[in-house]
T-cell receptor, first 109, second 113 residues
Framework: NAGVTQTPKFRVLKTGQSMTLLCAQD?????MYWYRQDPGMGLRLIHYSVGEGTTAKGEVPDGYNVSRLKKQNFLLGLESAAPSQTSVYFCASRSGLQFFGPGTRLTVL | GEDVEQSLFLSVREGDSSVINCTYTDSSSTYLYWYKQEPGAGLQLLTY?????DMKQDQRLTVLLNKKDKHLSLRIADTQTGDSAIYFC?????????????FGTGTLLAVQP
């Protein structure tokens, strides 16, 4: 079991560029989540999914879109990146317990 | 509202016990978790406790839950330098289809040799 994996690990974007972060899990979990982590603010929920084909907004959804076309994958998209989206992004999945991926460090210049 | 609070920093000497505290506000929490994050790494689930329990022990880790005061603590016995990390408390809320975790801001544990 690879658990929860995220690609890429690091990325630098210019303001206005777009990108997609990929999260994959091989534990057959229904629930998947995208968080961002910023200094002094803990983890904040961006979007989540309770199953294939479903998505819902979390705490800080603005500027992000998500898709869950396959149960094992949860994609996070930034259509027009802004410096305020510089952060570390964590994906998680859960059945009972929640497990996290290793994170993607994104810098928007 | 949903809120989880932790102190920001704790410094201990190697071999001492560490106690990291957390308070939460939502009485409907079902599970409470402790995660560990080492520098540059993701979050590692350390331990968890179900809300109808008072205590859970797992090797060097002891979790205490005071549901009346909505207070959770993590005690690490015989703290080692490898325990230096940020520790996040999180509560799990079951409501509708959310099943989401609410995280505290994290406590940085610094272990002095």
């Amino acid at each position: 079991n690879a658990g929860v994996t995220q690609t890429p690990k690091f990325r630098v974007l210019k303001t206005g560029q777009s990108m997609t972060l990929l999260c994959a899990q091989d534990m057959n979990h229904e629930y998947m989540y995208w968080y961002r982590q910023d200094p002094g603010m803990g983890l904040r929920l961006i979007h989540y999914s309770v199953g294939e084909g479903t998505t819902a907004k979390g705490e800080v959804p603005d500027g992000y879109n998500v898709s869950r076309l396959k149960k094992q994958n949860f994609l996070l998209g930034l259509e027009s990146a802004a410096p305020s989206q510089t952060s570390v992004y964590f994906c998680a999945s859960r059945s009972g317990l929640q497990f996290f991926g290793p994170g993607t460090r994104l810098t928007v210049l | 509202g949903e809120d989880v609070e932790q102190s920001l920093f704790l410094s201990v000497r190697e071999g001492d016990s560490s106690v990291i505290n957390c308070t939460y506000t939502d009485s409907s929490s079902t599970y409470l978790y402790w995660y560990k994050q080492e520098p540059g790494a993701g979050l590692q689930l350390l331990t968890y406790i179900f809300s109808n329990m008072d205590m859970k022990q797992d090797q060097r880790l002891t979790v205490l839950l005071n549901k009346k005061d909505k207070h959770l603590s993590l005690r690490i016995a015989d703290t080692q330098t490898g325990d230096s990390a940020i520790y996040f408390c999180a509560e799990s809320l079951y409501g509708g289809a959310t099943n989401k975790l609410i995280f505290g801001t994290g406590t940085l544990l610094a272990v002095q040799p």
